[in-house]
């Protein structure tokens, strides 16, 4: 397991974080509904070349959750650039996935924050995206929130599972379901989904070209959040239309394929 052992203040609101390993600056950007744990068998690596930053978004893992927060995509893109400048940070490697990648393109284009490299892994970039299950949170957000705690459970769980293409583990889907537990949790679980909204994505896609860093582009060819005909399109607007399409991976691609998520950033 990362440690996050730092706490950084974010306008009142507490930002979990954590370092390793020496070197120049790589930062690791979680999506939903994950944490920073979900590069804890990545970051590992990557810390004997790098010094590896995490840390876990606002409402999510051992951040703060608590009623009435804003943890939607526009304020996530600040807390990051709040964080480059905590760190100190002048154009590090970003290595992002899902909501992760929607985070360091809008600091990219909003807040001016400088990548040396970006790599992105099945991000959410470009609408359409948010299955019809988020769009029925978004209207039953309340109702979804009391759900007895067995039934949000089970449900919990084949969400989850439904972003990998393997069966996952029991230790990983505890490691991803644990922040959403118990009624602080569960309250949090589905703010974050009801306060999904492609405005934050639309917001910055007309801007979408050549970036002023390097940039690659990792999607799971059965990714069934985001289909890699998203990736490709994605990729024809960024990269040229360069996209590594990984076999027999879906959208989690951390417990899926490590590997070539590993291989693209030793790839530099």
Known sequence: MLNLGHQFDFKGQSIAWGVMGDGEPLVLVHGTPFSSQVWRRIAPALANKWQVFYFDLLGYGESEKREGQDVSLAVQNEIMSALFRHWGLRKPVVLAHDFGGATAL?????????????????????????SPFVQHVRKFEEAFAKMPDYMHDALLKVYIQGSAFNELTADALDIYMRPWRGELGKSAFYRQIAQMDETYTD???????????KIKLLWGQEDQWIPVSQGKKLADM??????????KSGHLMQEDHPEAILAACFEV
């Open 106 to 130: 809008r600091a990219y284009y909003l807040n001016d924050l400088a990548y040396s490299q970006l790599i992105l892994v099945d991000p959410v970039a470009l609408a359409p995206w948010g």
């Open 203 to 213: 917001e910055i896609s007309r801007y979408y070209g050549a970036m002023d860093c």
């Open 238 to 247: 960024i990269t040229g239309g360069q996209i590594t399409v990984v076999p």
